[in-house]
T-cell receptor, first 116, second 111 residues
Framework: DAGVIQSPRHEVTEMGQEVTLRCKPI?????LFWYRQTMMRGLELLIY????????DSGMPEDRFSAKMPNASFSTLKIQPSEPRDSAVYFC??????????????FGDGTRLSIL | SQQGEEDPQALSIQEGENATMNCSYK?????LQWYRQNSGRGLVHLIL?????REKHSGRLRVTLDTSKKSSSLLITASRAADTASYFC???????????FGQGTTLQVKP
């Protein structure tokens, strides 16, 4: 079975440019999570969706960041304009959340973003 | 503030030895999960222990949970070089699927 698929795997761009990260969750999973990982701050939850609806975006750093989930099989995380401090590895994860128990999250291999 | 904090930050052992990592957290939880991350890859789920469970096993992994001390430990027995990775604990406090990850323990297993 295909896991969580993220694209691109690597992105290098100049400050001020728009960056779009993409994620395809595992088929049948109804929750999707976007994380950012840096050496300084570790793994931070940016936003998560349940049944395509954003539930908690309190981790989104600022208005330059936005995320969408137009359907159950696709999500994007956009940074506009990008800044050097946005450089990090961005992970997408999905899970199948039941009513009474939590399920493990399945992670993609991430997008390594470098803003010059 | 960080919900889960792992200890030690780094651990280096010889192949065949056991590795123990600890996780402490601050608020009550529904469950606690352990993940592994190999260099350059995403996190992989290892084991989930619910708040009403005290111990769980999966192959060479043993996880304990002490809710009175708000702590958990992950034991890897008979370690292998392939166990070299970072290990993270993550707590679920809201039963919504949202997890809060600790900073991780970097484990190096020398052949």
């Amino acid at each position: 079975d295909a896991g969580v698929i993220q694209s691109p795997r690597h992105e290098v761009t100049e400050m001020g440019q728009e960056v779009t990260l993409r994620c395809k969750p595992i088929s049948g999973h109804n929750s999707l999570f976007w994380y950012r990982q840096t050496m300084m701050r570790g793994l931070e939850l940016l936003i998560y969706f349940n049944n395509n609806v954003p539930i908690d975006d309190s981790g989104m750093p600022e208005d330059r960041f936005s995320a969408k989930m137009p359907n159950a099989s696709f999500s994007t995380l956009k940074i506009q304009p990008s800044e050097p401090r946005d450089s990090a590895v961005y992970f997408c994860a999905s899970s199948a959340q039941g009513s009474y128990s939590n399920q493990p999250q399945h992670f993609g291999d991430g997008t390594r973003l470098s803003i010059l | 503030s960080q919900q889960g904090e792992e200890d030690p930050q780094a651990l280096s052992i010889q192949e065949g030895e056991n590795a123990t990592m600890n996780c402490s957290y601050k608020t009550s939880i529904n469950n606690l999960q352990w993940y592994r991350q190999n260099s350059g890859r995403g996190l992989v789920h290892l084991i989930l222990i619910r708040s009403n469970e005290r111990e769980k096993h999966s192959g060479r992994l043993r996880v304990t949970l002490d809710t009175s001390k708000k702590s958990s430990s992950l034991l890897i027995t008979a370690s292998r070089a392939a166990d070299t990775a970072s290990y993270f604990c993550a707590t679920d406090t809201s039963n919504t699927g949202k997890l809060i990850f600790g900073q991780g323990t970097t484990l190096q297993v020398k052949p």
